[in-house]
């Protein structure tokens, strides 16, 4: 018995069938450049999503509810990487700073966080897509939207653990090695779920596409990580700049990785 459905098979065969990948380089990297410029229309997408949040931004200097600043604006080194694609804003609302609002608030609170995630989601799940030369289904982005959601839930629990704030080398050391494993093994998983994998034979089938590639993975998250970082980091357009550059290459990438290993539509014997 297996996870993936005929549909979910069929529809990532198709996004191989239809195109010669002789003609792209092998490497991971390299591939993912020559997909950006075979499908320049990866960009469009973010290009959207960067506009939103550099405005998003600027309405958050005159929001009542309060916002933390985000990763982008601080001056300290930084990775900014979370397992998707992303756009980075410089403020970000803070879940715990909804409590206690009355509705007509709390609605707006809940609408400035939700609809950024909602929208690099779906953005992510049409360019990675496109890039596969499958066509974007409701179901796909559905599961793109779930996987992105139970990531920046999961992230911000993280962030507010205090014990794992305040570790010394020698547990934060293993816990760091840990994170960076789990997010190495989870890089694929939203190509997968792109390509029609249900959310656990995808979960399955990137961990194990990822196997054999883990310091190549690890050295593409420092890469976009400190890229999303340093452009971002541009006062006023940053978040456009580091969001429709940075964001489509992240995509790319994880499209290369499905591409340069097997096909990621074959279901893996149970």
């Known amino acids: 018995m297996t996870d993936e459905s005929p549909t979910a098979a069929t529809a990532g065969q198709r996004g191989t069938q239809h195109r010669d990948n ?15 410029r075979r499908h320049p229309r990866i960009f469009v997408p973010f290009v959207v999503v960067g506009l939103f949040l550099a405005g998003l931004d600027q309405i958050r200097q005159w929001d009542p509810i309060p916002t933390l600043e985000a990763g982008a604006g601080r001056s300290a080194l930084s990775i900014e990487y ?88 020698v547990v934060g050391v293993p816990v760091l090695v840990t994170y960076t494993y789990v997010l190495v093994r989870l890089f694929a998983v ?6 029609g994998a249900r959310p656990a034979a995808a979960v399955r089938e990137g961990w194990r596409r990822t196997r054999g590639h883990g310091w190549t993975i690890v050295s593409l998250i420092l890469v976009v990580g400190l890229l999303s970082w340093l452009l971002a980091s541009i006062p006023h357009v940053g978040p456009f700049i580091g969001t429709a550059l940075v964001a489509p290459l992240h995509a790319a990438l994880i499209v290369a990785v499905l591409e340069t290993t097997s096909d990621p539509a074959k279901p893996r014997p149970q």
Do not use: K, N
């Not at 002789?22 to 591939?31: Q, V």
């Not at 397992?83 to 804003?89: S, T």
């Not at 959601?149 to 205090?162: F, K």
């Open 22 to 36: 002789a003609d792209l380089p092998a490497g991971i990297a390299p591939r993912a450049l020559a997909l950006l």
């Open 82 to 169: 979370v397992g998707y694609p992303r756009g980075i804003g410089h403020t970000a609302v803070s879940l715990e700073s909804l409590i206690g609002l009355e509705p007509l608030s709390l609605g707006w609170g809940l609408l400035s966080y939700g609809l950024p995630v909602l929208a690099i989601a779906v953005a992510s799940g049409l360019a990675m897509a496109w890039a596969l030369e499958v066509t974007p289904r409701l179901e796909t982005l559905g599961s793109v939207i779930g996987f992105v959601v139970i990531v920046d839930l999961s992230q911000r629990v993280l962030g507010q653990i205090p014990a794992l704030q305040e570790m010394g080398l």
């Open 190 to 195: 939203p190509g997968c779920l792109v390509a």
